[in-house]
């Protein structure tokens, strides 16, 4: 809900969120009738009983107990009403059912350190599956902290020295706040990050990858899929053809170039053959490869060079290994540029549906950090 | 009331000339005085001087939100910042403020007595209070604290590097002032009633008063105890609140908003008292239910003792203790809403000056409303969870703080400047100072309720990961700025009007009790003789507005050939 650029509602996203909002605007239609009333009462008063108006004054009162009585009885009962609205919202909030998916949560100056039940670890952004009851064990390691998350309704105090809990069930998929809302110290207003709540399907996956989208590739993996999306295999195939020579079994064999000079097909050659393949033409060939230099980045040239080498051999020819069919957009290195691009190749890559990777449940932790390091 | 100490026309003349105010001249009889009238007045100046700091730092903490990555100052700069707004707003103003000055001028003027009961304790009480705003200020310029007013543990006891020490022995010193204050507010309001005065006799500012003062007396000393515990445990490592030594941090939240609670109705109960007696006289009407208006302070003041766990809901509290804390923050809302209809029925069939004390009264019953319902929001545990220590909460306690107990203070100034000064202001200005803060104010601090509902938390220097805040951050700095105006006017006409002013005459609104009975100033012994109270409370017959006192009728006539400059209304 918003006016221009005005929000008038933070979004609604859990069950809690559900509950509270009635609530919530009851209190506002009593708040707004009883203002209305005592502002228009006054501004009617001082109008017409202002001295020199000809308003009837007589038999004024000073005191009437039923009169009393009747705005002492009335807003104690509205007050009790709401009371008893409040505390049931409250009590819903307080009581987590039994089936909850559990989460960890350790507050210290100036992050949140998330721990699902399987191990996987994040910080300072909290995954949660839409649909599911969620509790959240929540301690402190230094100071106070509130876990706040205002799209859900929810918040807790984070203490240090004992557990409190928080829970909730998500209700619609989307990135929403999350504050710390209890004053920690300097960096408090930046101890906050994203509540993620993802399809339970989507979720189911991101924990069984150890916290990352789709699973985690290595680098001949992922060199495939360049290799695949900038379709090397239009020319260098399995065997030398007309138009290049084949690339299996390239590396560390001397090439032999129209010059007549010669080079060892290292690293350094095989990065200078993407980026700039004018520099050495192999005998044989002419001028007719596209020039990469600058449609890929280094850590593109560094997996395709990975994936060149194994070219051929048992590793290279595992289609499921190599592409995983449920990526998302965001799914490969957010931080690569070419993210877009690399996800349609995914796609126009992954026409049959049974080639579902095989989940590794193993020990996503291990996982979680090596793809953490690679972000890095 | 009494007429028999009126002095009129010539007597009045010549008392006049000898007053309060220019009785001695020397530095020393200020600094030395007993007189309460002359030590309301230092109060004055130095609330007056805090408060002006206060709100530069308010004034900061805005310009900084202007932008959701900040303006120019660094976040541990802005943490002392509104730390420093928070301490110095509630500690050395809001506590003290209407007590100290109005409560110190006027409970011996209302109550027909020559001074407090303790003089000397009165002006001992200045001393702490400036003891402790030294130090205060002192901590606040060698190094600052960044813990927020509430000095939560275990930041303030085993981590915040700032000036906790100091800053926290300041207050425990100007809590002494406090508790002193009280203490003889009680013993006078009880001992030096002048004869005919009986407590149902006495003006609802009396009543609010002596509220307040009991509140003072039973609440502060915990707080006092509560912060010098936290002291020992940064100093001596006494383990009460820090976990690492084995104490429970949440303990010090149910001791902090023991004191705390109540210090709320500490705050507001006073503004009451001057609402109570600007809604009577400008009506010249006896106060609607005078009996429930007294006695609902007494309510406040009772349950507000109890009511502490509200703040708490997500502290870790249980959840059945939290579940009785709302229900007695319900039932003390009713108390409140006694008066807001007393107020409302007692305009009902007046005779009512728009002078601008009543404008600042009707102000204040149209923002006090507000804050005082948002106060359900927030006293429903359930609704609480989502609000609780966002803007929203800033929001309610600034309608409550800034809209209720300022807007009072306000237009208790205005009324009670030509007592205590002797001297009468422009009544167009100040009217039009009174819709300045009355728009400035909803400015600030309506956005804020908004933008609070939409979650951001107080106490935040950044927001740039939620820019959609900024637009309500903006009005709000905005409305600050017209608040800020509204603010600083009344110190221009208000200081002018002691050299170009018209003289004032004992009682230039009409008003009825017995400060306006004396001469404006005062003389130093108050009454020339022992007034003797023969009339009820709020004496006043709205249908014809004559007062019943011939002697009334009197001194009006003296006072419209003397000057008529704020009377004019009375000439209808």
């Given at each position: 809900m918003s006016f221009f650029n005005f929000p008038l509602a933070p979004p609604q996203a859990s069950n809690i969120a559900q509950a509270y909002d009635p609530v919530f605007y009851a209190l506002v239609a009593l708040s707004v009738f009883f203002t209305v009333i005592v502002c228009a009462g006054v501004i009617l008063f001082a109008i017409r009983y202002k001295a020199g108006t000809k308003a009837d004054r007589s038999r004024p009162m000073y005191e009437n107990l039923p009169l009393e009585l009747t705005w002492t009885i009335i807003p104690l009962l509205l007050g009790l009403v709401m009371f008893y609205f409040g505390t049931a919202l409250f009590v819903k909030i307080k009581t987590p059912p039994k089936n909850c998916e559990q989460i960890f949560v350790i507050g210290k100056q100036w992050m949140w350190h998330i721990q699902h039940s399987n191990g996987v670890r994040e910080n300072n952004t909290l995954h949660v599956p839409v649909g599911k009851p969620v509790k959240l064990t929540m301690i402190s390691q230094d100071v106070l902290h509130a876990f706040y998350i205002p799209a859900f309704r929810v918040q807790m105090g984070v203490v240090p020295g004992r557990y409190t809990e928080l829970w909730f069930t998500a209700t619609q998929a989307g990135e929403y706040h999350l504050f710390c809302n209890m004053y920690c110290g300097t960096q408090h207003s930046e101890m906050g990050g994203k509540v993620v709540a993802m399809d339970p399907k989507d979720y189911a996956e991101w924990l069984s990858n150890g916290g990352q989208s789709v699973a985690p590739m290595s680098m001949e993996q992922a060199g495939a899929k360049i290799y695949a999306k900038v379709h090397c295999d239009n020319c260098h195939g399995a065997e030398d053809t007309l138009h290049a020579p084949s690339l299996y079994g390239i590396y560390n064999k001397r090439r032999i170039f129209a010059d007549g000079t010669s080079l060892l097909a290292d690293d350094e050659y095989l990065r200078d053959s993407i980026i700039r393949p004018y520099d050495h033409i192999t005998a044989g060939y002419g001028e007719t490869m596209p020039v990469y230099q600058g449609q890929l980045t280094e850590e593109d040239v560094l997996n395709l060079v990975a994936y060149i080498k194994v070219l051929g051999t048992p590793i290279a020819t595992t289609p499921t290994s190599i592409v995983n069919r449920h990526s998302a957009p965001t799914a490969v290195s957010p931080t690569n540029e070419s993210s877009a691009l690399a996800a349609n190749a995914v796609q126009a890559n992954t026409p049959d549906p049974d080639a579902t990777p095989t989940r590794r449940v193993g020990s996503p932790a291990v996982g979680a950090v090596a793809a953490e390091g690679r972000n890095r | 009331m009494s007429s028999t100490v009126i002095p009129s026309g010539e007597l009045g003349q010549q008392a006049e000339e000898s007053n309060y105010l220019n009785v001695k001249h020397t530095i020393a009889s200020w600094l030395l005085t007993g007189d309460h009238k002359r030590i309301a007045l230092l109060y004055l100046v130095s609330t007056s001087f805090f408060f002006f700091l206060g709100s530069i730092a308010a004034g900061l903490i805005r310009y900084e939100l202007t932008s959701p990555a900040g303006v120019v100052l660094e976040s541990e700069t802005y943490n002392k910042v509104f730390s420093s707004h928070g301490i110095l707003m509630v500690f050395t103003f809001l506590v003290v403020a209407i007590p100290a000055i109005f409560g110190n001028f006027l409970v011996p003027l209302m109550i027909g007595a020559r001074d407090l009961a303790f003089p000397r304790l009165n002006l001992a009480s200045w001393y702490?209070?400036?003891?402790?705003?030294?130090?205060?200020?002192?901590?606040?310029?060698?190094?600052?604290?960044?813990?927020?007013?509430?000095?939560?543990?275990?930041?303030?006891?085993?981590?915040?590097?700032?000036?906790?020490?100091?800053?926290?022995?300041?207050?425990?010193?100007?809590?002494?002032?406090?508790?002193?204050?009280?203490?003889?507010?009680?013993?006078?309001?009880?001992?030096?009633?002048?004869?005919?005065?009986?407590?149902?006799?006495?003006?609802?500012?009396?009543?609010?008063?002596?509220?307040?003062?009991?509140?003072?007396?039973?609440?502060?000393?915990?707080?006092?105890?509560?912060?010098?515990?936290?002291?020992?445990?940064?100093?001596?490592?006494?383990?009460?609140?820090?976990?690492?030594?084995?104490?429970?941090?949440?303990?010090?939240?149910?001791?902090?908003?023991?004191?705390?609670?109540?210090?709320?109705?500490?705050?507001?109960?006073?503004?009451?008292?001057?609402?109570?007696?600007?809604?009577?006289?400008?009506?010249?009407?006896?106060?609607?239910?005078?009996?429930?208006?007294?006695?609902?302070?007494?309510?406040?003041?009772?349950?507000?003792?109890?009511?502490?766990?509200?703040?708490?809901?997500?502290?870790?509290?249980?959840?059945?203790?939290?579940?009785?804390?709302?229900?007695?923050?319900?039932?003390?809302?009713?108390?409140?809403?006694?008066?807001?209809?007393?107020?409302?029925?007692?305009?009902?069939?007046?005779?009512?000056?728009?002078?601008?004390?009543?404008?600042?009264?009707?102000?204040?019953?149209?923002?006090?409303?507000?804050?005082?319902?948002?106060?359900?929001?927030?006293?429903?545990?359930?609704?609480?969870?989502?609000?609780?220590?966002?803007?929203?909460?800033?929001?309610?306690?600034?309608?409550?703080?800034?809209?209720?107990?300022?807007?009072?203070?306000?237009?208790?100034?205005?009324?009670?400047?030509?007592?205590?000064?002797?001297?009468?202001?422009?009544?167009?200005?100040?009217?039009?100072?009174?819709?300045?803060?009355?728009?400035?104010?909803?400015?600030?601090?309506?956005?804020?309720?908004?933008?609070?509902?939409?979650?951001?938390?107080?106490?935040?220097?950044?927001?740039?990961?939620?820019?959609?805040?900024?637009?309500?951050?903006?009005?709000?700095?905005?409305?600050?700025?017209?608040?800020?105006?509204?603010?600083?006017?009344?110190?221009?006409?208000?200081?002018?009007?002691?050299?170009?002013?018209?003289?004032?005459?004992?009682?230039?609104?009409?008003?009825?009790?017995?400060?306006?009975?004396?001469?404006?100033?005062?003389?130093?012994?108050?009454?020339?003789?022992?007034?003797?109270?023969?009339?009820?409370?709020?004496?006043?017959?709205?249908?014809?507005?004559?007062?019943?006192?011939?002697?009334?009728?009197?001194?009006?006539?003296?006072?419209?050939?003397?000057?008529?400059?704020?009377?004019?209304?009375?000439?209808?």
């Open positions: - | 702490m209070y400036m003891t402790g705003g030294t130090l205060i200020l002192a901590g606040m310029i060698f190094g600052g604290v960044d813990t927020g007013w509430t000095f939560y543990t275990p930041y303030s006891s085993m981590y915040s590097n700032g000036q906790v020490t100091m800053v926290i022995i300041g207050i425990f010193i100007a809590g002494f002032s406090t508790i002193t204050t009280g203490i003889n507010f009680v013993v006078t309001i009880h001992k030096m009633r002048a004869p005919g005065m009986t407590w149902f006799r006495l003006p609802l500012f009396i009543w609010a008063m002596y509220a307040t003062s009991l509140m003072m007396i039973l609440a502060t000393p915990v707080v006092a105890i509560t912060l010098l515990l936290v002291v020992y445990e940064r100093t001596f490592k006494l383990p009460v609140f820090s976990p690492e030594l084995g104490g429970d941090p949440v303990l010090f939240q149910h001791l902090f908003w023991f004191y705390s609670h109540p210090a709320v109705y500490i705050m507001i109960l006073p503004a009451f008292a001057i609402v109570s007696e600007l809604i009577a006289n400008f009506s010249r009407k006896r106060i609607f239910g005078y009996h429930f208006v007294a006695f609902s302070s007494l309510a406040i003041a009772g349950l507000g003792f109890l009511v502490w766990g509200h703040h708490m809901f997500v502290s870790s509290q249980s959840m059945y203790e939290s579940i009785v804390f709302s229900l007695i923050s319900y039932l003390v809302a009713v108390p409140s809403a006694i008066k807001i209809f007393n107020w409302m029925a007692t305009m009902y069939k007046g005779n009512i000056r728009l002078q601008s004390p009543m404008i600042y009264a009707i102000a204040f019953l149209m923002i006090f409303t507000v804050g005082g319902l948002t106060g359900l929001f927030l006293g429903a545990a359930g609704t609480d969870i989502h609000l609780t220590a966002t803007y929203f909460v800033v929001a309610h306690f600034h309608y409550v703080m800034v809209g209720g107990t300022m807007l009072a203070f306000l237009g208790g100034l205005h009324y009670w400047w030509p007592k205590i000064t002797g001297r009468m202001f422009s009544d167009g200005i100040a009217k039009v100072n009174a819709v300045i803060v009355f728009v400035g104010f909803n400015l600030t601090f309506f956005p804020q309720f908004i933008v609070g509902w939409l979650g951001m938390p107080r106490r935040y220097h950044y927001y740039y990961f939620a820019p959609e805040f900024q637009a309500y951050h903006i009005m709000s700095t905005l409305g600050a700025t017209v608040l800020g105006l509204g603010f600083i006017l009344p110190a221009f006409y208000l200081t002018m009007s002691l050299f170009t002013g018209p003289k004032a005459g004992p009682n230039p609104w009409g008003a009825h009790g017995l400060e306006w009975e004396t001469s404006s100033p005062p003389p130093t012994s108050n009454f020339t003789e022992t007034p003797i109270v023969m009339d009820e409370v709020y004496d006043f017959d709205p249908v014809s507005d004559h007062a019943k006192d011939l002697k009334d009728i009197e001194e009006r006539n003296r006072r419209r050939s003397e000057e008529g400059y704020c009377g004019s209304e009375d000439d209808n």
